[in-house]
């Protein structure tokens, strides 16, 4: 029974291919698909939907329906039988469609005559592209055999409309990714940019789904499985050991996979019925992820990614693509991808014009990468790897989290006429580079940059900028396979300070914990790591790091003055421990009669409101204090800065969050200690003026907020702002910033 449900199956396939294989248009081939399938499966409907937009499925081939009803009928995802198929991915077999729930009458078909229905998705690497359907009169369910026949030919089906088959006059389906698509994603980085795709990972073209010599594509098979398993045993022996837990669960997921004998059962069967080994690969995957995808459990579904890069492995191992070097980038590079580690990212380094990525979050390390590097990224641009091509034209709003792929020329237009804008505002602003930030009542605010790479320090030339207010060290530690070392590190900050030319660098220790991991280094299970054991508090529990990063950076200001910051300090002990071992360092080298910094100024970051309330000796003993806006708002506003669903709920220019700020500013100024500000919203014009209106002389930034905070500072009275926001306080607001905005629309009209 098998045996010839097999040789029908590859009878009905070798049909499809000589018909595939005619010199025919596309709505002819379409038309004449669904008639051999409707004739070899004896049913007396074959109806071949596919996807016009994400939203709605087209009616574009029909052996049995009504031909009138061709391109006509259409039908919005998740609606009748054929929506919810395409929906769910799962297939619809009912020997009564008409009594089904959900079942949609379309008259123009004429489909009331037939009474069972067989509809299985049209999908590809988890990329859906439509539904296949059978009907006929007779009222009857179909059988697991010709359930299975009909995934087959709709897996052939899948591979060439990917190919383009089915494009061409008459239109039955335009060419797949030649439209322009609009993406609206996340913003991770701001900036705009305009370029063209690069696949980090390239897509894997199947020009072979169907097969003659079955053994032969078992034989095929089961060699790549083979591969597969030897680089999944190498990644486990090469990361296995150092690995966090996530990393190594994956690592087990795709060893699981690898040596499933029901996923390669699968795939046999599949290459029986006379698919190639490709398309049993992707079959099977499209398989899997619909069964993972609806699965309850969250660790389940995550898994599903999992298998698909497995997948995408093991048919770049059968087709050899992705796998030659040489590839030529595109010019303007954006790179695409679903998710990006750090270090593959800082290999590309400022090549990349921007970044779209599928997954991740505005903490994540390629945001924090793409942030150092100032590269525009756009993040949860959903299924953007299936539908880009290399090469193609694209454009990335990093401010507003939109990405336009192959853009009509009025979006590109005005596209252009926006970064013509911003690079005139560039200009104007470069005009100020020399200048001070004074204000117009002859406050001085120092504007300092954040940095975070030594390919940041041209910016501080470039921005104007007085010095680094806040240099994140993390980056060379994530970024690393290993833990670096103490004469690398000090070369590398040494390198720093050199092209600071003087300018005063505020080196802040390792930050890592909560959403920076380390890949080399162990780390306990942490229900809430943003509350657990980060910054300051792994460095005085392992104080072998936090020493050696010490050393370093005295090693490196051999000579010359040394600023040295300590992240999330919560209480005073933690800030004297930390100080303590800067001295201890210092004594260190003293004994070893190493050259030692000119002086040694210890500060520390203000991020909890513990600091707020904390004993005055913390500002008297802190050499100077910045405040770390981006976790102090997180731990305040008790909204996560990583959650879009909350990040964005709580203004800074909240008056609770002012009154905080006022409270940290007016302490500082008891003990004369220094005080700036070093998240991200000192770069944001109009809460830089309420910082500076409430009393903040020193804010740091990225290079590019420079300019327009300045240009901003230059053309106001502070102590007029400040009468604003005390006014808008003692009122009953909750933010000032509505009052701030009428006000500075005022007086610049009036100025
Ligand atoms: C902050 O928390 O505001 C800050 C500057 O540190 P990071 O963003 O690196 O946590
Ligand atoms: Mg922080």
């Not at 998740?78 to 297939?91: S, W």
């Not at 997921?253 to 290459?271: H, K, N, P, V």
């Not at 102590?719 to 005390?726: L, M």
């Amino acid at each position: 029974m098998q045996q010839s449900s097999d040789s029908e199956s590859r009878k009905l396939l070798r049909r499809l291919r000589d018909a595939l294989a005619e010199e025919s248009e596309g709505q002819e081939r379409l038309d004449h698909i669904t008639s051999i399938i409707a004739d070899s499966m004896v049913t007396e409907v074959c109806s071949i939907y596919l996807f016009r937009d994400a939203e709605t499925l087209e009616l574009c081939a029909t052996e049995g329906l009504k031909p009138e009803a061709v391109h006509q009928t259409r039908l919005r995802l998740g609606e009748g039988l054929v929506g919810r198929v395409a929906r769910t991915g799962k297939y619809i077999n009912a020997a009564d469609a008409p009594s089904m729930r959900g079942f949609r009458y379309m008259p123009e078909t004429g489909e009331e005559a037939y009474s069972s229905l067989l509809g299985v998705p049209i999908q590809r690497l988890g990329e859906k592209l439509g539904v296949l359907v059978v009907q006929s009169k007779e009222a009857r369910e179909y059988t697991e055999d010709e359930i299975y026949a009909l995934e087959v030919v709709a897996m052939v089906l899948a591979e060439m409309t990917e190919l383009g088959a089915f494009v061409g006059e008459g239109a039955a389906l335009s060419a797949r990714h030649q439209h322009p698509v609009l993406f609206r994603g996340t913003a991770g980085q701001e900036g705009t940019a305009e370029g063209h795709v690069w696949l980090h990972e390239p897509r894997v073209v199947v020009t072979n789904p169907i097969a003659e010599d079955p053994e032969r594509e078992k034989a095929r098979l089961t060699a790549a499985i083979e591969d597969l398993r030897v680089s999944v045993d190498d990644m486990m022996n090469g990361a296995g050991m150092t690995a966090d837990k996530d990393q190594r669960e994956v690592l087990e997921t795709y060893r699981m996979f690898a040596r499933s004998q029901g996923w390669m059962r699968r795939m046999c069967e599949d290459i029986d019925r006379g698919l190639s080994a490709e398309a049993a690969v992707e079959k099977e995957q499209s398989n899997a992820r619909t069964r993972l995808q609806s699965a309850p459990d969250v660790y389940i579904r995550e898994r599903m990614h999992d298998l698909d890069d497995l997948s995408r492995r093991l048919l770049r191992l059968l087709t050899g693509q992705g796998t030659e070097t040489g590839a030529e980038m595109p010019p303007d590079p954006i790179l695409v991808a679903r998710s990006i580690g750090p270090g593959d990212l800082l290999d590309y380094g400022r090549s990349l014009k921007g970044i779209i990525l599928e997954q991740g979050s505005v903490g994540s390390h390629a945001a924090v990468v793409a942030r150092a590097l100032a590269i525009p990224l756009v993040i949860h641009a959903e299924n953007i790897t299936t539908e880009a091509l290399n090469g193609d034209h694209v454009l990335v709003d990093g401010e507003n989290g939109v990405v336009h792929l192959r853009p009509e020329d009025n979006i590109v237009n005005a596209f252009r006429d926006k970064i013509a804008m911003q690079a005139k505002a560039q200009e104007r602003y470069r005009d100020l580079r020399g200048l001070p930030a004074e204000t117009l009542c002859g406050a001085r605010v120092t504007l300092t940059m954040n940095a975070g790479l030594i390919a940041d320090l041209p910016s501080l030339d470039g921005s104007g900028a007085e010095g680094v207010g806040l240099f994140r060290t993390e980056l060379q530690f994530l970024a690393n396979r290993s833990m670096p070392r103490r004469g690398e590190l000090a070369r590398l900050y040494g390198r720093v300070m050199d092209a600071a030319h003087g300018k005063p660098v505020v080196f802040r220790t390792l930050d890592i914990g909560s959403d920076k991991i380390l890949p080399y280094m162990k780390r306990p299970e942490e229900p809430n790591p943003a509350l657990g054991w980060r910054a300051i508090r792994v460095g005085l529990d392992r104080k072998g790091v936090m020493r050696m990063q010490l050393q370093a950076l005295i090693r490196a200001a051999a000579n010359r003055p040394l600023w040295v910051m300590f992240p999330f300090i919560v209480q005073l002990d933690e800030f004297r421990c930390a100080r303590a071992m800067v001295d201890d360092e210092i004594e260190r080298e003293r004994v070893l009669g190493h050259d030692l910094p000119t002086e040694v100024r210890v500060g520390a970051m203000v991020e909890t409101p513990s600091m707020a309330f904390c004993p005055r000796a913390f500002y008297e003993e802190a050499d100077f204090v910045s405040i770390g806006g981006n976790d102090l708002k997180m731990f305040f506003f008790a909204a996560d800065r990583e959650n879009e669903r909350v990040r964005r709920r709580y203004d800074t220019l909240n008056v609770s969050f002012l009154n905080l700020l006022s409270m940290i500013i007016d302490r500082c100024a008891e003990t004369g200690t220094p005080v700036s500000f070093c998240g991200e919203d000192a770069g944001r014009p109009l809460e830089a003026l309420c910082f500076a209106a409430i009393g903040l002389r020193s804010l740091s930034m990225r290079p590019a907020s420079i300019g327009p905070v300045k240009h901003l500072l230059r053309r106001v009275d502070l102590e007029e702002a400040r009468a604003t926001i005390d006014e808008a306080r003692r009122g009953d607001v909750q933010s000032v910033r509505e009052a701030m905005n009428q006000w500075l629309t005022d007086s610049v009209s009036r100025g």
